[in-house]
């Protein structure tokens, strides 16, 4: 479960203390009106917790869920604006040149970085290009792109 293990001790030490506290009054309430009422009250206690321990793991995941949501559709946006920054370096028509270029871009109603490294591949008629992609100038890349760009692809003669 992931619970340490004086957690559990504590738990259990609560629990002991509390039925000690409980339990003179539960006796008396035994006495007065029966067992089979006092038995009621408290299996209807115990399903309560049961359910508001099940609402508390459902609450948990359903943050989860949506943290998880988020966090994909930023490196969504991100994988975007990386192959924006691609196509136009493209569209450009120009050989990309060896080196390293930055600049930002606005999508989403967001302001992206962008980081692009070019360099000579092992085939001479190609280039190398990285392109990586952050929500803050110097934050973690979210998205990065690599790939190898041709003359004919960049519109180069």
Known sequence: ???????????????????????????????????????????????????ALGMAAAVQLTTLAADNARALSR???ADWVAMNQLGAMQLAGAWPADGSTQGHAVMAGRTWYWRQQVQ?????????????????????????????VSPAASGAP
């Open 120 to 148: 000579g591949a092992p085939i001479p008629s190609l280039r190398e290009v990285a392109i990586e992609v952050r929500d803050r100038p110097e934050g973690p890349a979210l998205a990065t792109l690599h790939t190898l």
């Open 75 to 77: 490196r969504t946006e």
């Open 1 to 51: 479960l992931g619970v340490a293990t004086p957690t559990v001790f504590a738990a259990f030490s609560v629990a002991l203390v509390v039925s000690a506290i409980i339990g003179p009054w539960s006796g008396r309430l035994i006495d007065r009106h029966g067992g089979r009422p006092v038995l009621m009250g408290t299996s209807a206690l115990f399903a309560a917790a049961l359910v």
